[in-house]
């Protein structure tokens, strides 16, 4: 995985948002356009940087395509954030 493309992505508030919104479960593009006041070519921009970040999975259902977070892919990225955090007090 590569960490530019991921925090590129989650530097934009409207792929948070997405993100945010796709924790509750699998949603369409039109679901997730609806939510916001901006062309559909502007939401499948971002879902495409999402994509390209491979921070959320795309799955094709009759006439439909659904987008769904990719865990493991934020797994990684809270694993690497751990190695930063604060040491505990060690006792002498």
């Known amino acids: 995985m590569g960490f530019q493309e991921t925090f590129k992505a989650l530097a934009d508030p409207v792929r948070r948002e997405i993100l945010t919104m796709l924790k509750g479960g699998k949603l369409s593009a ?42 493991s892919v934020f797994e990684e990225i809270m694993l690497w954030l751990t190695q930063f955090g604060g040491k505990k007090d060690e006792e002498a």
């Open 30 to 71: 039109g679901e997730i356009a609806g939510k916001f006041d901006m062309t559909q070519a502007t939401v499948s921009y971002h879902l495409s940087q999402l994509k390209k970040a491979n921070l959320i999975l795309e799955t094709k259902y009759k006439n439909y395509i659904y987008y769904e977070i990719n865990v």
